[in-house]
């Protein structure tokens, strides 16, 4: 997905995992993006649980969009 900030377009990938034994039987699917969000404060990695694959990867972009992304001062700037 792609999240705008600041005028520029920041890429973040989700990884959807489905778990056959999951810790909470009614979430088996697990949804995490590539990239932490709020890293100057707290780093926080984006994560979502669901029942459906679409709940937990809806979760995942509302977790992505929660927090501002704060690339560290020496990597580059994605564009």
């Not at 959807?16 to 404060?41: I, R, S």
């Not at 459906?52 to 992304?69: D, G, K, M, Q, W």
Request: net charge negative; with cysteine; charged share 20%.
């Amino acid at each position: 997905m792609m999240k705008l900030q600041d005028g520029c377009e920041i890429e973040f990938t989700i990884r959807v995992y489905e778990y056959l034994n999951p810790p909470d039987p009614t979430m088996p699917f697990f949804a995490v993006a590539d990239k932490q969000t709020n890293q100057a404060t707290a780093a926080y990695h984006p994560t979502g649980w669901g029942r459906t694959l679409l709940e937990a990867l809806s979760s995942c972009v509302r977790n992505i969009h929660r927090f501002p992304y704060q690339p560290d001062a020496s990597a580059p700037r994605q564009a």
